[in-house]
């Protein structure tokens, strides 16, 4: 018997998206007895279908998956993702990629670096270059990742893919509702837990839900943090997160659907999860202060840090149904403010030395606060056919505004005085130029505007039952506007300039499905993807030495970057096993590289002509026998330039030469789960325990590509010498680190007990309290400080959920 591949089209997520289908069992009437896994519908091409009939890569985690994985941020889930990499910035930054598609680090002052992967919250496109919100995945229906360049349907930003939270929608059907606990200690750490809940409400008969998510979880602390005078404060990374979401469904004749939704979250962490290596208020060079030799899991501070996150997200997504075509209306409106407050005080004091200002200006905190303000607004409108012809079809325009506001200062009290004193009465005034606080030697405005529109199509033609062809296409349109002010004793003196860019192109795809049985689908794919360009940050100029400020000053704007994607996959489906895999091979031009501008402590991004980025992603779940299952999920990468860059002196610039890996990216990356669950006869006629092992290993990474030749063509190995002399430290003893980031492996342990409307769960993760370098990270070019982002120690927790 076979199975049809078109499912009736629901243009939206408002129905579709609460919906599982166990697509097998149907074809395996005659054989209910047999086991067969579940296939998740889903949304990815903007039409209802199921995973098997995507004709591309896609990897779908159901809400079942996510709470048997323990994830609980999107960095844990990728973990069983293949080809999708999360690398750790610190609290609420991380960046994205997908298949390798990577160009170096983003961080917090870098507001015109566009996105790499784009990231939708159902309909509503959340993407934020770095800040990207990690939502709380309590109540989600799945996570898709969409693998590979997904601009024709998703724009700027999928050029390496797309990222998909889908919410479970209210319900007309019934009262239900779920909540959750749990608690969990770090070893070495603090103690941390969370409460989670949801409520579902029809409203009327068959007219109107509503569904209510709540959640507050406070995160526990595990790093150290010494303190001037030889305390120690301890997990200064805790913190908390805490939000919901309202949604409302009505219904008010049977072909329109009406869905607004709000949705809150504020994260507020206390400290950054940075192990030191080196400070240049601690180290082992100092002989007049007493000299540290860091440990595991330990940093210098003389000021606490934080992050701070509010997020606003107000849309409403409208679906009218007519007899041969859905028209979708999906409008969204972000409101975020963001604050990273970092201890500034090496940096500053490291200039102090240079200047010469002597030690009690050295040993001023210095409080460097960074925030960012977004309003953003999205429209888009498209019709899709919903009969049952051969010729299936999505249409639609988008449009987007965002102002972006970013603000930094460097608060310092007593700075000016010190200034004054060394450089010349006035010079902390003149260089603030009546804009910058007091005592704030660093001052910086950078107001952004970015406003797009795009118009979509795509067309699926069956030409047999078997075979089925896709074409598409988006144009798009874009201006970008910012206005940069940036004074003080280290800024450059620019005052309100203005700087614009702007692009417009056209991204097609194309992609054919054959279905050689019930069980084996084979597809190819070839499509375009794009990211935005844009104008450099100036550079703080007054901290360059001369090499820098030749080797940097040129950069200023860079342009789109594109890449073409060729692809090959198959999907596998016997019912108690499945296989997805796929080989690709993607050429990028004007690959956007991130660099770090030296002794600047500026960045600057600029295009690299070519780099490519080719390998084979693969995906396995098998059910070999009654309460066994296991699953696989791996890639493998070659990620390199193919282009070689020389700075004004003629060396190779930050890394950039041919056959150089691209950074953030593992040769590597495997993820093995097994689970056993058996019949718990005493506890009830549905109890079932569970116990289950998860297994990960990721090859080792470069966070930035000069990461690679810090040594020298080939050598990774960075001997650092401060040029500072402080402290009874001559400024000439060298720290040697190796900045090829190690393999790491992650072992995962769970065990639970499910009833009828009732689940606890006891786990540890990181049995083996890996302490994993999982990205580098350094003070005015390494100069000021050293250290590594970490992962979590080993962790027990015990979870307990109740459903009604």
């Not at 941020?73 to 990728?78: N, P, Q, V």
């Not at 009546?434 to 406003?451: K, M």
């Not at 692009?503 to 597809?523: K, M």
């Not at 499945?578 to 295009?607: E, H, P, W």
Request: glycine residues 10%; negative net charge.
């Amino acid at each position: 018997m076979k199975i049809s591949r078109k499912l009736n089209t629901l243009a939206g997520t408002a129905v579709a998206t609460s919906m599982i289908i166990s697509g097998n069992s149907y074809a395996q009437e005659d054989k209910a007895d047999k086991f067969v896994f579940e296939e998740i519908l889903v949304t990815a091409t903007k039409r209802s279908s199921l995973i098997k009939d995507v004709p591309f890569s896609i990897n779908a985690q159901s809400q079942a998956d996510i709470q048997r994985s323990g994830a609980t941020s999107l960095e844990d889930l990728a973990r069983n993702v293949a080809g999708l990499q999360i690398q750790n910035l610190g609290p609420g930054q991380s960046q994205v990629a997908i298949r390798g598609v990577s160009a170096g680090q983003i961080v917090r002052d870098q507001p015109g670096v566009k996105e790499q992967v784009g990231v939708y919250l159902d309909e509503s496109v959340i993407s934020l270059s770095l800040f990207t919100p990690d939502i709380d995945f309590y109540d989600l229906n799945r996570v898709e990742v969409l693998r590979g360049p997904q601009g024709t349907l998703f724009g700027s930003g999928s050029i390496g893919g797309t990222i998909r939270y889908i919410t479970n929608q209210p319900d007309m059907d019934g009262f239900s509702g779920s909540v959750e606990g749990n608690i969990n200690v770090i070893d070495g750490g603090g103690t941390g837990g969370h409460i989670k809940g949801m409520i579902n409400m029809p409203l009327s008969d068959d007219k109107a839900a509503v569904r209510i998510v709540g959640y507050h979880t406070e995160y526990a602390g595990f790093i150290d943090a010494l303190r001037e005078g030889g305390s120690i404060d301890e997990n200064v990374n805790s913190g908390s997160r805490s939000g919901g979401r309202i949604s409302i469904l009505f219904k008010p004749t049977e072909n329109v659907t009406i869905t607004p939704r709000v949705i809150y979250q504020e994260i507020d962490m206390d400290g950054n999860n940075r192990q030191e290596v080196f400070n240049l208020f601690a180290n082992p060079f100092t002989t007049t202060r007493t000299p540290v030799q860091f440990e595991e899991r330990q940093q210098f501070l003389l000021l606490r840090e934080g992050f701070k996150d509010e997020t606003l997200i107000a849309d409403l997504t409208v679906i009218a149904n007519y007899d041969d075509f859905d028209l979708t209306s999906v409008t969204s409106y972000t409101d975020r403010d963001i604050l990273v407050s970092r201890d500034a005080s090496a940096l500053t004091g490291s200039v102090s030395v240079d200047l010469a200002l002597g030690d009690a200006a050295t040993l001023l905190p210095s409080n460097l606060l960074d925030t960012t303000k977004v309003d953003s607004f999205t429209q888009e409108l498209r019709v899709s056919s919903s009969d049952d012809g051969p010729l299936q079809w999505v249409a639609g325009v988008f449009y987007s505004n965002t102002d972006r506001f970013y603000k930094q200062f460097l608060p310092t009290p007593g700075y000016d005085a010190f200034v004054d004193a060394a450089l010349g009465a006035g010079t902390a005034a003149a260089t603030g130029a009546g804009i910058a606080p007091v005592d704030s030697p660093f001052f910086s405005l950078l107001p952004y505007s970015l406003e797009q529109i795009a118009g979509f199509a795509e067309a699926t033609y069956d030409f047999s039952d078997d075979f089925h062809f896709t074409a598409g296409g988006r144009y798009y349109d874009y201006e970008e506007v910012r206005s940069v002010t940036q004074v003080g004793l280290f800024g450059n003196g620019v005052v309100d300039q203005v700087d614009a860019t702007s692009s417009n192109g056209f991204t097609p795809r194309f992609l054919a499905s054959y279905d050689i049985n019930d069980e084996i689908t084979v597809n190819a794919q070839i499509s375009k993807g794009f990211r935005l360009g844009g104008v450099n940050d100036p550079l703080n100029t007054a901290l360059c030495d001369a090499a820098d400020l030749a080797i940097f000053g040129g950069f200023q704007d860079y342009d789109d970057e594109t890449l073409w994607n060729y692809e090959v996959g198959a999907k596998v489906n016997t019912g108690n096993v499945t296989v997805n895999v796929a080989a690709f091979y993607t050429k990028i031009s004007n690959l956007q590289v991130t660099l770090d501008a030296g002794s600047c402590s500026s960045r600057v991004s600029f295009n690299v002509e070519d780099a490519h980025s080719q390998g084979v992603e693969f995906e396995m779940k098998a059910h070999p026998i009654e309460g066994l299952d296991l699953s696989v999920a791996g890639s493998v990468l070659q990620s390199e330039f193919d282009s070689t860059v020389f700075d004004s002196f003629g060396n190779v610039l930050g890394g950039v030469r041919d056959g150089n890996r691209l950074p953030s990216v593992p040769k590597f990356n495997i993820a093995a789960t097994a689970s056993y669950s058996f019949p718990l006869d005493s506890f009830g006629d549905n109890a079932e325990g569970y116990v289950s092992a998860t297994f990960h290993h990721r090859s080792s990474i470069f966070t930035q590509p000069s990461d690679q030749e810090v040594g020298g063509e080939g050598n990774s190995i960075l001997s650092q010498v401060s040029g500072l002399p402080f402290g009874g430290a001559s400024g000439n003893d060298a720290t040697v680190l190796d900045l090829e980031l190690d393999s790491f492996q992650i072992v995962n342990l769970s065990a639970g007990i499910t009833m009828e409307t009732w689940e606890v769960v006891a786990y540890v993760n990181n049995v083996t309290d890996e302490n994993a370098n999982l990205s580098f990270d350094k003070e005015r070019g390494g100069r000021a400080r050293l250290g590594f982002r970490t992962n979590q120690p080993r962790t027990f927790g015990l979870t307990i959920r109740s459903f009604f």
